[in-house]
């Protein structure tokens, strides 16, 4: 039988950062709001989650990896809504956000992990976060967790 590894939810014990866009902050904070609520479920202590606000979606990498490179945090969540609109802003915003997280955890070795909503409209976004579809928030905290604790399994392996 092979040896396998795996992340449990136990998140006792992990400080893990949540970096917040503002812009569409009417999504966003809902998507805090239940990341953090996850984060305690799962036995993170309140005083080991730091939140930290950013203008938008696009500067939620490079504070990532501020974070990330700290040495402070098992994972790092990454919460913001690009809406599309009438130009192709969407198009650049949403692709450097994805391609910048992912870049913070394949260089850090930290979990960045996406929770940036990219939907049609506002609607969409709000049923993303709590409502109608999904909490893409508790689910990124989730994540998180699972992720942290994965990587801890394989570094002690």
């Not at 569409?24 to 989650?49: M, P, Q, Y």
């Not at 730091?50 to 790092?76: C, D, H, M, N």
């Not at 956000?97 to 070795?109: D, F, K, N, P, Q």
């Not at 969409?124 to 579809?133: F, H, M, S, T």
Request: negative net charge; contains cysteine; charged residues 20%.
């Amino acid at each position: 039988m092979p040896k396998e590894l795996k992340g449990d939810m136990n998140g006792q014990g992990l400080h893990i950062g949540v970096i917040v866009a503002r812009f569409n902050e009417i999504v966003t904070k809902k998507l805090l709001d239940s990341a953090v609520e996850a984060l305690l479920h799962h036995g993170v202590r309140d005083e080991d989650i730091t939140v930290s606000w950013v203008p938008g979606a696009f500067e939620l990498p490079v504070v990532a990896k501020a974070l990330a490179k700290s040495g402070r945090y098992q994972a790092i969540i990454c919460l913001g809504a690009v809406i599309r609109g009438e130009t192709s802003h969407y198009d650049f915003v949403a692709g450097q956000a994805a391609s910048g997280i992912s870049s913070v955890a394949l260089e850090t070795g930290v979990p960045a992990i996406f929770g940036v909503l990219t939907t049609e409209n506002q609607a969409q976004a709000l049923d993303r976060a709590g409502g109608k579809v999904r909490d893409m928030g508790a689910n990124t905290a989730a994540v998180a967790v699972e992720t942290a604790r994965l990587i801890e399994a394989a570094n002690t392996a």
